[in-house]
């Protein structure tokens, strides 16, 4: 029979060890594929390839009896999440906008994930990661990470700009803000920091320029003006 799986105490693995079902790895936004792929690696290793990541026709082209493992494998979690990070940054885009348009339970717009998930796809490692960056497209911050407090006229003239921005896409949109920090004096890690917070909500977001160009200028600006009140 194949070697029972460990947990990474070396104890056979079980619920202390917070083993779960299929259905919660599902929930978690693990791929099918990728936890096919990585329950394949446990007790076997094909000798015909150091590759770790297989589709299931090279699964069954590759499958040996004799490169079975006698030793009992180590369940990784960090590992199964690499390759479901590894998988996701594999597939097609069309593919990966629909997977978390379903996963999110079809709750959110197709087209703004469609638009938005290859700004983040090389960065996230499960599904469920992917509205840690982009809840933001789908509605104003509630909090920011930062204080935007006394910051009332670089955010005026950062307002001013924009509403002068006559062709509205992500390289019109840095130059003119890189144009208003160099007026104001302040340093372009600072000002695109402060900025970036105005208007995700977040330190870290998915490219800057980019997510304005997505939100439309309207909402970008209406965010720009709320922060003159705090």
Known sequence: HLPIVLGPDRAKLSKRHKALSILNYRDEGFLKEALLNYMATLGWKPKRTKDDIWTLAQMIDLFDLNDINTGSPIFDIKKLEWMNGEYIRKTQN?????????????????????????????????????????DFFFKEPEKYEIDLSGKKEMFRNIEIALENLTEWDEIGIGEHMQKVAKDIGVKNREFFMLLRVAVTGKKISPPLNESMEILGKEKVIKRIKKVQNL
Request: charged share 30%.
């Open 94 to 134: 069309s593919k990966l906008k629909t997977q978390i348009w379903e996963y999110l339970g079809k709750k959110y717009t197709v087209e703004t994930i469609g638009k938005t998930a290859p700004l983040i796809k090389d960065r996230i490692k499960k599904l469920s990661e992917y509205l840690l960056l982009c």
